[in-house]
Structures are given as C-alpha cells and as structure tokens.
C-alpha cells in the first residue's frame, strides 16, 4: 500500500515558495520542499489530488492558489520509517495571502526562492530540484 502525497510547486513574480521542513518531521527533517501533504481517505470523489493540494497550501502556509493546476509529475519513493509513498506534483498559480509558516510543527520557514536559489541551496534534495527543473519547464514563455 502507498501514502498518496501531493505538493504544490507555486509561482510568483519568478520565485517559488519553498518550505522549510521543521526538524520534527518523520521525512526529510530540515530540509527544503514544496508545500503539500498527504491525500486523506474520503471515499468516492472527484478531484481529491487538485482538493488536497490547494487545502493543504492554504493550511500550511496561508496561501491560496488559482483553481487551474497543472500536473508535473509523480514519483513514488519509501520514507526514512518506511512507509512507501506516491508524491504528485502540481504547477499551482498563486491567487492570494501571506505566506507564514501557520503549523510550526510542520513548517520550520517559508521563502520565496528563485530556480537557482532552489538549485544551489545546501538544503534542496535531489527531488525538490528535480521537481523544480519540471515545473519551470511547464511556465510559458514570457515575451517582453
């Protein structure tokens, strides 16, 4: 069986907000990370991945994002316990809010990081650049 996770890779004004993961977490304590969790049991429904990811920004760190999503990719890894997860990846538009670090225990910091920030930080795993490197390759390209 797999955890579902989902995360959300939101943009604004050519940064992404990027998460410190607090030292409490089971996975991947301390590092960085797109902001997301995990898909609760609901039974039958319709848009459970697009629902979670926006309820779990909105929890986690106050921000509201566009209804329009766009997949990235998915994965499946096994976590430092154990338990054997499938993470989606979601493009996500910013809409509104502040974005604060709301559960302490989950979210150590917030920032909103450039791609090479991203890529050249000592805390960015492997995946969070990988994901990173995919999502900016989904953004059109601005004309100016």
Same mark, same amino acid.
């Given at each position: 069986?797999?955890?579902?996770?989902?995360?959300?890779?939101?943009?604004?004004?050519?940064?992404?907000?990027?998460?410190?993961?607090?030292? *409490?977490?089971?996975?991947?304590?301390?590092?960085?990370?797109?902001?997301?969790?995990?898909?609760?049991?609901?039974?039958?429904?319709?848009?459970?991945?697009?629902?979670?990811?926006?309820?779990?920004?909105?929890?986690?760190?106050?921000?509201?994002? *566009?209804?329009?999503?766009?997949?990235?990719?998915?994965?499946?890894?096994?976590?430092?316990?154990?338990?054997?997860?499938?993470?989606?990846?979601?493009?996500?538009?910013?809409?509104?809010?502040?974005?604060?670090?709301?559960?302490?225990?989950?979210?150590?910091?917030?920032?909103?990081?450039?791609?090479?920030?991203?890529?050249?930080?000592?805390?960015?795993?492997?995946?969070?650049?990988?994901?990173?490197?995919?999502?900016?390759?989904?953004?059109?390209?601005?004309?100016?």
């Amino acid at each position: 069986m797999f955890i579902v996770n989902v995360e959300g890779a939101i943009r604004k004004n050519d940064k992404w907000l990027i998460i410190e993961r607090s030292k *409490k977490e089971e996975h991947a304590g301390g590092l960085l990370s797109l902001v997301g969790g995990k898909v609760d049991i609901e039974g039958g429904s319709s848009n459970i991945l697009e629902r979670t990811v926006k309820r779990e920004i909105l929890e986690e760190v106050g921000v509201k994002v *566009k209804d329009s999503l766009t997949y990235v990719n998915s994965t499946s890894f096994v976590t430092d316990t154990g338990q054997n997860v499938v993470d989606v990846v979601f493009l996500c538009e910013y809409e509104s809010g502040e974005a604060l670090p709301i559960i302490p225990d989950e979210v150590e910091k917030v920032s909103w990081l450039t791609s090479e920030e991203i890529l050249n930080h000592p805390k960015s795993p492997i995946y969070l650049k990988e994901n990173i490197k995919k999502a900016e390759a989904l953004i059109p390209i601005q004309l100016t």
